[in-house]
């Protein structure tokens, strides 16, 4: 199968460096200057990950990951400058599930791109071979063919990474995981351990499943440690 990648940077340097490394990992690359042309290529084109600059002319990246996020869940990676914490995470809250700062290692870009992609490539096969294809709680349904869930009989759309976190946690009901056991296990980085990454990620998921977010059923925060997932298997 032909995995397709759209890199979206107004720096011409930046985009034919990573479109010639990702390329050498045969992927298949479109590169787009600006948001507005990011846009219309994810619009007219499939593609299965998008590396996005968070600061570009005629529409910028929180923008434009905002409008990919309304058609798809594709794994989207977001480049920021070092001084751009609270974009940061404004970035993670609008749907990015990955964020590196700029300058970047190439080789560090190209492995958080592959491990991002064989997660959501592969997501829901291993537990097809062993015989799961849904995990079913009390309100709450994981479909790990499809790749969707439903809270109460009703379809909740999720990011790539969200599914991947909250497909974690669910697989393991009253196991406690701190910050630094998720990073490394749903987000599969040596880079980094970043604990506003799973924070973010941890209060997009309470909203998008919990009727109280504030006091969730499903994802509990055990104080000083970390979180854990309660639910009544059925």
């Known amino acids: 199968m032909e995995v397709r990648?759209?890199?979206?940077?107004?720096?011409?340097?930046?985009?034919?460096?990573?479109?010639?490394?990702?390329?050498?990992?045969?992927?298949?690359?479109?590169?787009?200057?600006?948001?507005?042309?990011?846009?219309?290529?994810?619009?007219?084109?499939?593609?299965?990950?998008?590396?996005?600059?968070?600061?570009?002319?005629?529409?910028?990246?929180?923008?434009?990951?905002r409008r990919i996020r309304s058609m798809s869940n594709v794994p989207i990676l977001m480049l920021t400058a070092k001084d751009q914490e609270l974009e940061k995470i404004v970035g993670l809250n609008m749907g990015a599930d990955d964020y590196i700062t700029k300058p970047f290692s190439i080789h560090e870009v190209v492995a958080r791109v592959k491990a991002l992609m064989r997660r959501f490539l592969v997501l829901g096969s291993e537990e097809s071979r062993q015989g799961e294809s849904r995990m079913n709680y009390k309100g709450l349904s994981i479909d790990l063919k499809s790749y969707t869930v439903q809270v109460s009989g009703e379809d909740v759309s999720l990011t790539a990474k969200e599914f991947e976190l909250l497909k974690f946690l669910a697989s393991q009901p009253g196991q406690v995981f701190t910050k630094t056991q998720l990073f490394r296990n749903v987000w599969n980085?040596?880079?980094?351990?970043?604990?506003?990454?799973?924070?973010?990620?941890?209060?997009?998921?309470?909203?998008k499943i919990e009727a109280d977010p504030s006091n969730p059923a499903f994802i509990q925060t055990v104080w000083g440690i970390g979180y854990k997932f309660s639910g009544e298997r059925l």
Request: charged share 40%; net charge negative; proline share 1%.
């Open 5 to 65: 990648v759209l890199v979206a940077d107004d720096e011409l340097e930046i985009r034919e460096l990573l479109t010639a490394y990702l390329r050498r990992e045969m992927y298949s690359v479109d590169e787009a200057a600006d948001g507005e042309e990011a846009v219309r290529l994810f619009e007219r084109n499939r593609y299965h990950m998008v590396i996005l600059d968070l600061m570009m002319p005629r529409m910028d990246g929180m923008e434009v990951c």
């Open 189 to 207: 980085d040596s880079f980094i351990e970043d604990d506003n990454t799973v924070m973010v990620h941890i209060r997009k998921l309470r909203k």
